[in-house]
């Protein structure tokens, strides 16, 4: 057990559609990371946040927000969901600010888009 | 920018054999490189790193890794394969200062009994 928790685990849903995805952060992590696993284009970073605030950007599409609240745990919203947007979307916390130690993976959340 | 390249998305191994999945990366500052491993239906979990304390670099479950700064690898070994070591690997990279961890795009091992 890494200590993040992802909320939900699995979620089908349908194009057009808007969901919230949760994670709440090892009990001391400070950062936020989000990335996002497909088959074709791998494990791919999103965005981190360090204590509520955005720190970088990755490859994330306009349609996707995300936040980090004062409690740290962080929400990623996907809206007008296509059938590409299919993926496990994992969460990840540090304690630090920078990229350079162990993150810490929750299990996931897998979204299907039909 | 910092790159990682996994050669070869499939690797498949007798138990008991070497196990050597290859990895090399692009930085234009000295990384940090990280092995991970991802077993089915879980999250990702660390195997090692390195930050520029020793070249060989010890990990969890009898992997290790080298850092040939000439090749610009990060290989990662295990002596003797067991059937638990099958899973997906990740070797992924990030460097002082960054915010972003890159990841490859991963090595699925197999281990025939």
């Known amino acids: 057990d890494s200590g993040v928790t992802q909320t939900p685990k699995h979620l089908i849903t349908a194009t057009g559609q808007r969901v919230t995805l949760r994670c709440s952060p090892r009990?001391?992590?400070?950062?936020v990371y989000w990335y996002q696993q497909s088959l074709d284009q791998g494990l791919q970073f999103l965005i981190q946040?360090?204590?509520?605030?955005?720190?970088a950007k990755g490859n994330i599409l306009e349609r996707f927000s995300a936040q980090q609240f004062p409690d740290l745990h962080s929400e990623l919203n996907l809206s007008s969901l296509e059938l590409g947007d299919s993926a496990l979307y994992f969460c990840?916390?540090?304690?630090?600010?920078?990229?350079?130690?162990?993150?810490?993976f929750g299990e996931g959340s897998r979204l299907t888009v039909l | 920018a910092q790159s990682v390249t996994q050669l070869g998305s499939h690797v498949s191994v007798s138990e008991g054999a070497l196990v050597l999945l290859r990895c090399n990366y692009s930085?234009?500052?000295?990384?940090?490189l990280f092995w991970y491993v991802q077993y089915p239906n879980q999250g990702l979990q660390l195997l090692l790193k390195?930050?520029?304390?020793?070249?060989l670099v010890k990990g969890i479950n009898g992997f290790e890794a080298e850092f040939k700064k000439s090749e610009t690898s990060f290989h990662l070994t295990k002596p003797s394969a067991h059937m638990s070591d099958a899973a997906e690997y990740f070797c992924?990279?990030?460097?002082?200062?960054?915010?972003?961890?890159?990841f490859g795009a991963g090595t699925r091992l197999f281990v025939k009994a």
């Open positions: 992924a990279v990030s460097y002082t200062g960054g915010f972003k961890t890159i």
């Open positions: 009990s001391g992590d400070l950062s």
């Open positions: 946040y360090y204590n509520g605030e955005e720190r």
């Open positions: 990840a916390s540090s304690v630090a600010e920078g990229a350079t130690g162990e993150l810490f």
């Open positions: 930085s234009s500052v000295p990384p940090y």
């Open positions: 390195y930050t520029s304390a020793a070249t």
